[in-house]
C-alpha cells in the first residue's frame, strides 16, 4: 500500500531523511516513535505529499509521489490525516467541518455528505455535538471530529501526527478507543505516538527513528521490550522507564 524506496529529504542543507526503506501492506498498523527532531513527523508528511522528497521514491496505493502527474486532491483523499492540534475549521460547526470536503471534494450532495457526517459523529461518540464550534469543544472531542472528517473522505490510509499528546490525560482514551477501532477494522494506519499501550494493543510493527534514519523495525515487543539497537534501548529506557538490562544481568536473573 505504501512504500519508501531509498527516500531523501533535505531541509535548508540538512539531511533530514536518510535513505528510507519501509513497505506498508493494506491494513497494516505501523507505529513511528522516537525522539523529537528524529524526522518522524517529515516521513509521515511526505506520504500524502505535504512534503516531497528530494531523492528516491514513494508509491501509494500505486501512484508514484515523485511523478508530477500525480493528482495530489485525489491523493490526499485517499490518504486522511489527523493532527496534534486538530486543525479544524474554528468558523464552523463539528457537522460542517465533516461535510465540507465530502461535498466540495468528492461531489456528494449536500444531503448526503450531511448523512455520512452524522453517522461518523455518531461512530466517534459525538452525536449529540453536531452543531457545536470547536471552541465549544473539549480537546478530545475535537481530536474526534478532526477524526471523523478525515473518515467522510473514505480513505484508505490514515496518517496520525502524535493525535494525543496536546490532550489532557483523561481525553486520551476517548480519542485512542476510536483509533484501536478502525485498526481493528482492517484501516491502514501509520501513527507517531508514545501511547505504548495503543502501540501494544494493535500495532503490527513499530519503527524507531533517530536523526533521520529509521534504526530498526520489529513487533512492539521487540521494539518495547527487547530493543537491539544500543539508540532504541537509551530511548525506550528514558521515555517508557523500561530498564536497560546488560547481558550478564540477564543471565543473572
Ligand atoms: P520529529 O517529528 O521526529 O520531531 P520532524 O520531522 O518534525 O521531527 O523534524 C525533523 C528535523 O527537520 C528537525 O531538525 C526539524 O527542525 C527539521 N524541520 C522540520 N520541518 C522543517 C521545515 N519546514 N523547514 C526546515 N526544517 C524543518
Known amino acids: 500500500m505504501i512504500k519508501f524506496i531509498n527516500a531523501n529529504k533535505w531541509f535548508n542543507g540538512h539531511h533530514i531523511l536518510k535513505s528510507i526503506n519501509l513497505e506498508i501492506s493494506q491494513g497494516e498498523v505501523v507505529v513511528i516513535c522516537g525522539p523529537s527532531g528524529a524526522g518522524k513527523s517529515t516521513l509521515l ?3 500524502n505529499k505535504l512534503e516531497p522528497i528530494d531523492d528516491g521514491e514513494i508509491i501509494v496505493d500505486g501512484k508514484y509521489l515523485t511523478d508530477p502527474k500525480t493528482n495530489l486532491t485525489a491523493l490526499r483523499a485517499e490518504v486522511g490525516m489527523v493532527f496534534q492540534h486538530f486543525n479544524l475549521y474554528p468558523h464552523k460547526t463539528a457537522l460542517k467541518n465533516i461535510t465540507l470536503a465530502p461535498h466540495k471534494v468528492k461531489g456528494l450532495s449536500k ?64 480519542v485512542l478507543d476510536v483509533m484501536i477501532s478502525l485498526a481493528k477494522e482492517g484501516m491502514t494506519m501509520v501513527v507517531i505516538t508514545h501511547e505504548i499501550g495503543f502501540a501494544q494493543k494493535v500495532a503490527d510493527r513499530v519503527v524507531f527513528m533517530d536523526s533521520g534514519e529509521i534504526l530498526e523495525i520489529g513487533s512492539p515487543p521487540d521494539i518495547f521490550v527487547n530493543p537491539q539497537h544500543p539508540r532504541t534501548r537509551e530511548f525506550m529506557s528514558k521515555v517508557f522507564h523500561i530498564p536497560i538490562f546488560s547481558e550478564a544481568q540477564e543471565e543473572d536473573a
Not at 455528505?113 to 464550534?133: M, T
Not at 470547536?134 to 472528517?149: C, F, H, K, N, T
Open 45 to 47: 508528511r511526505t506520504i
Open 111 to 174: 444531503a448526503q455528505s450531511r448523512e455520512r457526517a452524522i453517522k461518523l459523529l455518531e461512530r466517534v461518540g459525538l452525536s449529540h455535538r453536531c452543531d457545536a464550534f470547536p471552541s465549544q469543544l473539549s480537546g478530545g472531542e475535537q481530536q474526534r471530529v478532526a477524526i471523523a472528517r478525515s473518515l467522510a473522505m473514505e480513505p484508505k490510509v490514515m496518517l496520525f501526527d502524535e493525535p494525543t499528546s496536546a490532550l489532557d490525560p483523561e481525553l486520551i482514551n476517548d
